[in-house]
């Protein structure tokens, strides 16, 4: 069954570091999502693409955080520099199209934790 | 903005009885899709079931089904026979059908436990 894959699953760092992480939606999915979830919190969305595309980045915090998706398939998402409140659990989901009654398919997550 | 509130942080049944998990909502939109996302420890996120507002019957999956109670805007999650299988968090979320205005809003999450 295909599945959405990220890495690393865990990244420790300094604050004032950078770190990236990488997802490979399932073959086919148009739209990604990148998600950060709080530990206690629900999942907020952070960035959509629609293939190479960004539909909506307005929660994205700009000044450190990018994310691309040059061919329209794997995504990064880069944090730069790295702070203490950063620290979270950063959800990859794709879907074949964008429309709101689609199934989001979630992988398995990056847990960073910012000392 | 669609706001979306459970107020349960916790719950727990024991195995092969029911549990209703509770779910609402805040939105002046009058067609959308509501879903029940489950997120086992360590796992990834999955759907559970889910709901298009236009509908009015309730869906079911098997041994997971919802009330859907459109006016007072409240989408419960009930829970049959329950395994040890279904401890996890389970996160209710609402979702425009607008392309331009339809990023995913979850509720906090209920943290759901299982006793043999």
């Known amino acids: 069954e295909a599945e959405v894959a990220q890495s690393p699953r865990y990244k420790i760092t300094e604050k004032s570091q950078a770190v990236a992480f990488w997802c490979d939606p399932i073959?086919?999915?148009?739209?990604l999502y990148w998600y950060r979830q709080i530990l206690g919190q629900g999942p907020e969305l952070l960035v959509q693409f629609q293939d190479e595309s960004v539909v909506d980045d307005s929660q994205l915090p700009k000044d450190r955080f990018s994310a691309e998706r040059l061919k329209g398939v794997d995504s990064t998402l880069k944090i730069q520099p790295a702070e203490l409140g950063d620290s979270a659990m950063y959800l990859c989901?794709?879907?074949?199209?964008?429309?709101?009654?689609?199934?989001?398919?979630f992988g398995p997550g990056t847990r960073l934790t910012v000392l | 903005a669609q706001t979306v509130t459970q107020s349960q942080p916790e719950m727990s049944v024991q195995e092969a009885e029911t549990v209703t998990l509770s779910c609402t909502y805040d939105?002046?939109?009058?067609?959308?899709?509501l879903f029940w996302y489950k997120q086992p420890p360590s796992r990834q996120m999955i759907l559970v079931i889910r709901q298009e507002a236009y509908k009015q019957q309730n869906a079911t999956e098997n041994r997971f089904s919802v009330n859907f109670q459109k006016a007072a805007k409240s989408f419960s999650l009930k829970i049959s026979d329950s395994q040890l299988g279904d401890a996890a968090m389970y996160f209710c979320?609402?979702?425009?059908?607008?392309?331009?205005?339809?990023?995913?809003?979850f509720g906090a999450g209920t943290r759901l436990t299982v006793k043999p």
């Open positions: 073959s086919g999915h148009a739209t």
């Open positions: 989901a794709s879907s074949s199209l964008p429309s709101g009654g689609k199934e989001q398919f």
């Open positions: 979320a609402y979702r425009s059908p607008l392309y331009n205005n339809n990023d995913m809003r």
């Open positions: 939105t002046s939109e009058s067609d959308y899709y």
